[in-house]
């Protein structure tokens, strides 16, 4: 049985692997507090639940997962591309492997979204990117 543990490193592994996302200085496992944000840009992975639903011999899983990338820039229009750059980056690593190193039957982005802060005189915006999964066990 494949656990969503299990799959939310595996989709640390693969992004933190992609050469298109080396900028990124760490990927955590769930949103870290601001005291421990790295320098940016920095990302994190958490699951998000899912339906679980009787099948004729196995039970079908699907599990969501947030992808989130946060980048700062003096410039916001700056700050604007480099996400819009990442949330393209990121979406393209993940559709290049669709059953995450073989723990699930299939994945596919099914949402974007970003977020924008203002922080003195920087541009703070991150982009969620959702990810679905499904696997029978």
Known sequence: MTSPKA???Q???ILDA????DS???FF???PPRSRWPGFPWAWVEWA???MAPGAAKMTVEDRFYIVVVDKHIEAEKAEDSIMDYAESVVAVLDD???LGGLVAASWVTNREKQKLFEADYSIVAVRITLQSRRRE
């Open 7 to 9: 799959i939310r490193n």
């Open 49 to 51: 639940g899912g339906p």
């Open 18 to 21: 992609a050469t298109s996302l």
């Open 29 to 31: 496992k769930g949103e």
């Open 11 to 13: 989709i640390i592994t």
């Open 97 to 99: 492997d669709p059953s």
């Open 24 to 26: 990124i200085k760490r």
